[in-house]
């Protein structure tokens, strides 16, 4: 009896957040995310209260902050966090001892406190010690650490509040690396400050600069993605580029030599989504392949050592669609099933396990039945219940089934069939609690059932 109310136990916390998240974002061990209902939440590494949820107790499940529903962006990065609600408004937590989080004090928040009076935030960005954001009318504003003049305002002061850069109102989107940040205007150039160690600025040598730099003269830059060092950066075309630190071969040009200026990865036009980590870098092309290279971590997904110094294939599947997080990455896929690989010591998979994974494993199923969700329930009869070889199954009306697939209480896939009939073998599972889901007519039908 103790093993079953445990097995319940895992599976309500973690199909009662099976829902699609639609915004979702890493910093050093914690997650951030936004549901397709509105609502805010966070988990893994809480020491300086990054999860928002008026504790410093770190959580290996999602945990919901607060009440409202009204959220819009997210962003992570060290150990504070950042969002943007639906009315404009800019609200910040965690750690705070370098004014990052820009309420004019270097206290910690446990909890989301508003960014000034503003009302018109468009989007904001998260650094290891610093923020920097963009308005609707295009400026752009930084504060916190500015000892590398990562704020961009010419000086290396730190700020408490946000201050303007410059003048003009031409910036688009901005994405902060480990100490520096680039800027993309709306007219297509990329810019860049901050710490240039490793020629993450791309402009050529190794010093920082405190106020914003152009990359090159090209006017035809589309898309932004920052590591800890490196960076990543889609052109109209659909080329990829890469440039900064290339210690693990995160720049995916072939080489473990350090980039200063952007150099092209490979010849194909056809990546539409990018994300850079700690060491590595990953990207999904047009077709829904995923690729990564780098670093030979956990990060990269193909379960090898060794580093990878070109984007190299990840699996076989053709069906991913988006990329969030950092260190672990999280991947979506068509089917709305989210996947995960990285580290994972800090709860930060959000999947009950504290536990590193160098393979995607699938996290939640976004089609999962909800615990509170009867309806599907009993348009679907499944028996015995608890079942030990065989799973009866009943559909009102009978219907053909086209596809059957059955996933345990961490949502991963274990049985899958086409043109199953109404009884399916399920004498190989282990005990525990398993969804079904039945395809039928183009109709989807859920149920839970109990192996012995």
Known sequence: MKKITLLLFIFISIQINAQCWTKMAGGMDHVIAIKNDGTLWAWGGNNNGQLGNGTILTSNVPMQIGTDDDWQSVSAGGYQSAAIKTNG???????????QLGDATATDRMFPVQVGTSSDWKN????SYNMSAIKIAGSLWSWGWNTLGELGDGTQTIRFEPVRIGNLNTWKTVEAGGSFVIGLKTDGTLWSWGDNLFGQLGTGGSSMRSSPAQIGSDNNWKTIATGTYHVLALKQDNSLWGWGSNYGGQVGNNSLNNRTTPIRIGTQNNWSVIMGTILSSLAIKSDGTLWSWGDSGYILGN???????????????????????????FGIKTDNTMWAWGFGQSGQMGNGIRANSNVPIIIQNCNALSTNDQSITNQLTVSP??????????IPGN???DQLTIYDILGKKVIERNQTASQIDISALHSGMYILQLSSNGKTFQSKFMKK
Request: charged share 10%; aromatic share 10%.
């Open 89 to 99: 408004t800019l609200w910040t937590w965690g750690d705070n001892q370098y004014g």
């Open 124 to 127: 904001v960005t998260v650094g």
């Open 303 to 329: 379960g090898a050592d060794g580093n990878v110094l070109i984007p190299t294939r990840v699996g076989t599947e053709s069906n991913w669609s988006n990329l969030y997080g950092g260190d672990p990455a």
């Open 385 to 394: 219940n608890p079942a030990n070889e065989f799973l009866n199954i009943a």
């Open 399 to 401: 219907p053909n089934i």
